[in-house]
């Protein structure tokens, strides 16, 4: 067995804020816009603005070496990895979203994409392992009690932790499914299991529609967006552009955006598409500042954490035709760490499994030497 890559992933939020100069003398004329921001959020931005013809758009990117944010696949550390295996962030599209841009992205670009397949469910406090429509059963059952939960919270006025909502219908409501059970698939579930989640703002489709994957590589959906389709022009990114200040300077009637090598861009327009965490530590300077509510907001937005580990052995040893197994479990000392696995056999015809580590585990991940790694995966 071999160790083949640790990775880390911090989930970001990218925020959205526009910052407009006076354009009222400049009607009719095509408008500057800056883009802060190299990931899928800015790439969108400047591809949607870009498209009207109405924009002159320019992507600033901080990262050295490549744009994507999220979204990496590391095609010159791996060489003889191809998709899945080497995609160190993004690599699932949600199929219960319904008009998903990204799932028209990869429909457009005629991208090949695979479904996960099916799950195992293993519960190892009872000895109990669930395939097939029983695990579906299962997850069909937790999925009407998150529906509940969030009834309840619409139906009180007020918004309420969802992992306590879901616990309370957990309590008083009768299921079909064995409500121990039902309660560690909570406590196992990456976003429930995060405290002081806002139960009105959940929205399930977007967390359990995670089932399909672009083969070669999620990186083609960049690719896309930043070298266009038929007869849309590239956008133009610049890297190693890290931005120091943001000044909406009334004078000129424009928005002036400075970056650390002390270059100016003059722009009519700005979108900042930052990561969350960028953004709490202020290493930006907004001038003016933005309004306190929107800092209270930012200071308040709490961030997920997320690791992957990819073990290549020697043969395969699993169930080729299950797609995900999944332990649930109640040991809060296991809670997140390597309880999915994803079987990448099925995608790559090499016997490769991808676990999966969130929240304090993928922390704590984070710390461990090679062969500590390796223990808890193995």
């Given at each position: 067995m071999d160790c083949k890559k640790c990775m880390t992933l911090i989930l970001k939020i990218s925020i959205i804020v526009v910052v407009m100069g006076d354009n009222s003398n400049n009607e009719g004329a095509q408008k500057q816009v800056v883009i802060v921001g190299g990931g899928i959020a800015g790439l969108a931005a400047a591809r949607k603005l870009q498209n009207t013809g109405q924009f002159v758009v320019n992507v600033l990117e901080a990262r050295r070496e490549r744009y994507g944010g999220r979204i990496f696949t590391d095609r010159s550390s791996f060489k003889l990895a191809k998709g899945m295996?080497?995609?160190?962030?993004?690599?699932?599209?949600?199929?219960?979203v319904k008009d998903n841009p990204l799932a028209k992205i990869v429909s457009d670009g005629e991208l090949a994409v695979k479904s996960a397949g099916s799950v195992q469910l293993h519960f190892p406090e009872k000895g109990q392992v669930y395939t097939g429509d029983d695990a579906n059963k299962i997850f069909t059952e937790f999925y009407k009690i998150t529906l509940q939960a969030m009834q309840k919270a619409t139906d009180s006025g007020r918004d309420l932790d969802l992992k306590k909502a879901i616990q309370s219908v957990l309590r008083d409501e009768d299921t079909v499914a064995d409500k121990t059970l039902l309660s560690s698939v909570l406590e196992s579930h990456y976003t429930m299991s995060l405290a002081d989640h806002s139960t009105q703002l959940f929205d399930p489709k977007k967390e359990f529609g995670w089932d399909t994957a672009v083969v070669d590589g999620f990186d083609q959906i960049v690719d896309i967006l930043v070298g266009g389709q038929r007869k849309e022009s590239t956008l133009s990114v610049e890297?190693?552009?890290?931005?120091?200040?943001?000044?909406?300077?009334?004078?000129?009637?424009?928005?002036?955006?400075?970056?650390?090598?002390?270059?100016?861009?003059?722009?009519?327009?700005?979108?900042?598409?930052?990561?969350?965490?960028?953004?709490?530590?202020?290493?930006?300077?907004?001038?003016p500042p933005l309004p306190k509510g929107w800092k209270k907001t930012i200071e308040n937005i709490g961030i997920g954490f997320s690791n992957k580990l990819v073990l290549q052995f020697n043969k395969v040893f699993w169930p080729e035709d299950v797609g995900i197994f999944t332990m649930v479990t109640s040991n809060q000392d296991e809670m997140g760490m390597l309880q999915t696995w994803v079987n990448l056999h099925r995608y790559v015809n090499k016997p490769l499994l991808m676990g999966m580590l969130h929240d304090q585990a993928a922390v704590r991940f984070e710390n461990m030497t090679d062969d500590e790694i390796k223990e808890n995966g193995m």
């Open positions: 295996e080497v995609d160190l962030g993004a690599n699932w599209l949600n199929s219960m890297l190693r552009k890290p931005v120091r200040q943001i000044e909406v300077n009334k004078t000129r009637n424009k928005v002036l955006v400075r970056t650390r090598d002390l270059k100016q861009y003059d722009a009519d327009a700005v979108v900042v598409a930052l990561p969350l965490g960028v953004l709490k530590t202020e290493t930006v300077i907004f001038d």
